[in-house]
């Protein structure tokens, strides 16, 4: 699962962090739905980690500050999808706005088992 994330995280291309400049802010969950645990495999330290790399403001759901929070709808939230396949599991990253909005959406990282 560590290198699914890590393959799924690769494929944030320039277009992607293209798309994405016009927020400020990037909010990261510290429990992804498709996990049972905070942080499992690293995957929000690896994904804060990686925007905070390209430039971006990052903030995990739980610790916003209050400029975030005054200006929620300038900041994009970060999730994860699992995609069901056999044999395989696979995973894609998609950005929503302040209003759930699908903003971008990555393509499938993969592993197999």
Do not use: W
Request: a negative charge; hydrophobic letters at 40%.
């Amino acid at each position: 699962m560590k290198r699914l994330i890590l393959l799924a995280l690769l494929i944030l291309s320039q277009t992607a962090l293209g798309q994405l400049q016009k927020y400020d802010y990037v909010i990261i969950p510290v429990k992804f739905d498709i996990f049972y645990e905070d942080n499992a495999y690293r995957s929000s330290t690896i994904l804060k980690h990686l925007f905070t790399e390209a430039g971006f403001k990052t903030y995990y759901d739980n610790a916003l500050d209050d400029e975030v929070t005054s200006n929620i709808c300038k900041a994009v939230e970060v999730d994860l999808l699992e995609e069901p396949s056999f044999l395989t599991t696979k995973v894609v990253i998609y950005f929503k706005d302040c209003k759930g909005q699908e903003v971008y959406r990555t393509q499938a990282g993969e592993s197999k088992y």
